[in-house]
């Protein structure tokens, strides 16, 4: 029975008619996805195949260049082409380290290494090729200062004649590197020993050592020679050799990436092809049961709801309804019709209910007339009481300011005796006491009737708090407190410069009072990217309770015996003062203390005033 009524449910039908369709969807997901991964995985391959042939082009210029500056160097012995050839050399170590990163040159290690191996064989021979080069310069230079051609101290034309014949033809080869020119140098050479033997054999004393110095000019030049022909060698045909078999595997590379490119492309066509005309097969089969199961739900469910929906719609305007359709069903809009029954029975039901409803608006309405009466009443009371605490407290502060004013004159004008001056003092700092309740009193007054006016101003910051710090000076004096201020440098802001006092000098004189060892700090902090100043009171008293700073702030409440016995006198309106302020003049206010230990009273004041913050939820 239980499997039954499942199988009649409307859910069950939208379930079986939306699985018919995630068969095609699914597979059309399968082949889609399919289909993304053989194009990215071509397409991958496609790019390594490009990143591959970059590089070995990149190489076989590099080899193009490095064989022109070994060339140079050939010519030229310069230093420069030197360095510029291992540099070149390092460039394309480099090109074959970030080809053999390459997942597509696993194939072809072998032949990478030999390029490597080739490359490497080049750098060994032009290392070669530079010492020889060196050795050939000294060796010229040795060429050119020999002994025997100092020809002043030759007397024999002849001799002298084909020695400097036999050093031109050296020097014709040092430029041009014609071997003909070593045949000619050997023939004028060996006159001159032919001369030079002749000449000995006629006289018994020679003047200077000839033979020898003829010798060895004729040695130096051979070597000279040798070492030139071994290192022309070297770079003509072994060099360049390795050269050469760099660029056949870089060319057989090229074109078996070439290959494997266009093979990989062509593949990935026909199987994306044979992926496209699956899924536009899928794609017809899925639209074509949408419109079936479409036309299904419509007969089955849409139409029978609709019936429904216009009984429901007929009986809520309170029509007669005759006959309910699909009562005899037993699925979801079998209940419907059944539920559009009941609603037929409680519609009569309803409209009496109506009734009593609209009378009891009218008792609600004569109620909300009543509360808005009293609600004026109170208004106007709230208004007398503001007006009376204003003039009470002017009334109060005229006699009680003449009180301080003289006391503060008697104090000033004679010496007493200690009792009497303690009673002074005593007097005016209770009158100035009495005088700060009256002036907390009134501004929260004004604050509760929305009658507190700001003067918005320019003030710089830190002489304001320092003028803070100067009212508080004595009474941190008289506690032995350190009292320290901290301000990066002088800044303008434009707020109301005497509720900001206000709101510090609570602050402070709260922080003195509950200190009785350590420091009272104000620190100024500038927070540019934020808009604002941040200025805090920290000190090292007692702390606050971390379950009393959630009612910190309520005017009238002290917390403990400390408080209220210990530090002495108080209203508990000094932090109730300053949090509404700070709230009207737009400043955020926070708080953290560790009891024992200190507290953290800081500020947030914008730069610019822009409205109060919103009030606290209850």
């Known amino acids: 029975m239980r499997s039954n009524k499942i199988f009649n449910t409307i859910k069950f039908q939208i379930i079986s008619a939306f699985a018919v369709l995630i068969i095609p969807l699914a597979s059309l997901s399968y082949f889609y996805t399919l289909s993304y991964k053989i194009f990215n995985q071509s397409f991958n391959n496609f790019l390594e195949a490009e990143d591959a042939s970059s590089l070995l082009s990149k190489v076989e210029i590099n080899i193009i260049d490095l064989q022109r500056n070994v060339l140079i160097f050939k010519e030229t012995a310069s230093e420069n082409s030197a360095i510029q050839s291992s540099k070149k050399y390092q460039d394309i170590s480099i090109l074959i380290d970030q080809l053999n990163t390459l997942s597509i040159i696993n194939e072809n290690v072998e032949t990478l290494e030999n390029i490597r191996t080739h490359l490497d064989s080049y750098k060994s021979n032009f290392d070669t090729v530079v010492g020889m080069r060196n050795q050939q310069v000294s060796l010229i230079n040795n060429h050119h200062n020999a002994k025997i051609l100092n020809l002043k101290n030759i007397s024999d034309r002849t001799l002298e004649n084909h020695i400097i014949k036999a050093h031109s033809e050296s020097l014709l080869y040092l430029s041009s590197y014609d071997s003909s020119h070593i045949t000619l140098f050997k023939k004028h050479l060996s006159k001159a020993k032919f001369q030079l033997g002749r000449k000995s054999a006629s006289t018994t004393k020679t003047p200077y050592p000839l033979e020898q110095s003829l010798e060895d000019y004729s040695k130096n030049f051979s070597t000279i020679v040798s070492i030139t022909r071994h290192y022309i060698y070297l770079i003509n045909v072994v060099m360049t050799g390795s050269a050469n078999e760099i660029f056949y595997h870089a060319a057989k590379l090229q074109e078996q990436y070439h290959t494997n490119a266009t093979t990989t492309r062509q593949l990935a066509k026909l ?3 044979k992926q496209q005309l699956l899924g536009r097969a899928l794609l017809l089969i899925g639209s074509a049961l949408t419109l079936v199961i479409a036309f299904a739900l419509n007969f089955r ?6 019936a429904i929906t216009s009984v429901f719609l007929k009986l809520s305007e309170g029509d007669q309804v005759s006959a309910l359709p699909g009562l005899k069903r037993k699925d979801e809009i079998g209940l419907l019709a059944a539920a559009a029954n009941v609603f037929k029975r409680r519609n009569a039901e309803t409209q009496e209910l109506l009734m009593q409803a609209e009378k009891l608006n009218l008792i609600q309405t004569e109620l909300n007339e009543a509360l808005s009466l009293e ?3 109170v208004e106007r009371a709230l208004s007398i009481k503001t007006d009376f605490l ?9 006699p009680l300011n003449s009180v301080i004013g003289y006391t503060v004159r008697l104090l000033k004008r004679e010496k007493y005796d200690d009792r009497t001056t303690s009673a002074l003092t005593a007097i005016e700092r209770s009158g100035r006491h009495l005088l700060f309740m009256i002036n907390d009193i009134l501004d929260l007054s004004k604050i509760d009737a929305n009658k507190l006016e700001l003067n918005i101003i320019s003030v710089n910051i830190e002489q304001l708090c320092k003028d803070c710090i100067n009212q508080v000076n004595t009474a941190a004096e008289d506690k032995s407190l350190l009292l320290k201020f901290e301000s990066p440098h002088d800044q303008t802001i434009h707020t109301d410069p005497g509720r900001l006092t206000q709101i510090l000098l609570n602050l402070l004189s709260n922080s003195i009072k509950y200190t009785d060892s350590g420091s009272v700090t104000l620190k100024i902090t500038p927070e ?9 009171v920290i000190d090292t008293g007692v702390g606050i309770k971390e379950s009393d700073q959630i009612k910190l702030f309520t005017r009238f409440n002290q917390f403990d015996e400390y408080t209220r016995f210990k530090v002495g006198q108080g209203t508990g309106l000094g932090l109730a003062i300053v949090s509404n302020l700070s709230r009207i003049m737009g400043i ?10 200190g507290s953290n009273f800081t500020i947030f004041v914008p730069y610019e005033y822009t409205g109060p913050l919103p009030s606290a939820p209850d």
């Open 271 to 273: 199987t994306l092809e």
């Open 301 to 306: 469910i849409t139409r029978p709801i609709e």
């Open 375 to 377: 609600k004026s009443k």
């Open 390 to 398: 204003a003039n009470m407290s002017h009334e109060l502060r005229t």
């Open 528 to 536: 540019e990217t934020l808009g604002r100043t941040q200025i805090s």
């Open 588 to 597: 955020a206010l926070e708080v953290s203390s560790e009891y024992g230990k």
